[in-house]
């Protein structure tokens, strides 16, 4: 039976585990193809992190933009104003402001929901693609707790992936 190298994990992930769950883990990696699927699901998962932080970055120039332009557009208008319109036109300049800044934030935070509920489906995405494969530990899940048990063991698989390809064989 394949053993695993004890000190790649960490004690109290360890003792998460059973000696089964360990035993059918090394049993999935054995033949090299668990390592391939989670390292197609990282660069996946890097890719769409990529894109929705230029996402992000877009909007936020735009509303430096719209803020910019109303500021000029303020500008000439105080400019050209007659003093006895100057209240008035202050007045609406500042529902102006905070009309684009309320927009600002609504904006921001539908981006904000939207990069949270496509990073949650890459999570989920990433969960059946690993059950699938037949890695013990992963099906879908929301639990805090599980979620935890299944990144240590990404993380346990990364580690095994890297002793492998330096030392060329991963069990002793």
Same mark, same amino acid.
């Given at each position: 039976?394949? /053993? !695993?190298?004890? /000190?790649?994990?960490?004690?109290? !992930?360890?003792?998460?585990? /059973?000696?089964?769950?360990? /035993?059918?883990?090394?049993?999935?990696?054995?033949? %090299?193809?668990? !390592?391939?699927?989670?390292?197609?699901?990282?660069?996946?998962?890097?890719?769409?992190?990529?894109?929705?932080y230029n996402q992000r970055q877009k909007l936020h120039s735009e509303h430096r933009g719209l803020k910019q332009e109303l500021v000029r557009k303020h500008k000439e208008a105080l400019q050209s104003c007659k003093?006895?319109?100057?209240?008035?036109?202050? %007045?609406?300049?500042?529902?102006?402001?905070?009309?684009?800044?309320?927009?600002?934030?609504?904006?921001?935070?539908?981006?904000?929901?939207?990069?949270?509920?496509?990073?949650?489906?890459?999570?989920?995405? $990433? $969960?059946?693609?690993?059950?699938?494969?037949?890695?013990? %530990?992963?099906?879908?899940?929301?639990?805090?707790? &599980?979620?935890?048990?299944?990144?240590?063991?990404? &993380?346990?698989?990364?580690?095994?992936?890297?002793?492998?390809?330096?030392? %060329?064989?991963?069990?002793?």
């Open positions: 039976m394949p /053993s !695993f190298c004890p /000190s790649l994990l960490f004690s109290s !992930f360890q003792q998460r585990l /059973s000696y089964t769950t360990l /035993s059918d883990l090394a049993l999935a990696l054995i033949d %090299g193809t668990v !390592f391939e699927i989670v390292h197609g699901l990282l660069e996946i998962q890097h890719l769409t992190e990529r894109n929705l003093s006895h319109n100057l209240a008035v036109l202050r %007045g609406n300049q500042q529902v102006e402001i905070e009309s684009l800044e309320q927009r600002i934030k609504d904006e921001q935070r539908m981006m904000d929901e939207k990069i949270v509920v496509e990073m949650d489906q890459k999570v989920v995405d $990433q $969960q059946t693609t690993l059950e699938k494969a037949g890695v013990p %530990g992963f099906y879908i899940t929301t639990n805090p707790q &599980e979620l935890t048990l299944q990144m240590n063991l990404l &993380e346990l698989i990364l580690k095994l992936q890297q002793k492998e390809s330096q030392s %060329g064989s991963l069990f002793s």
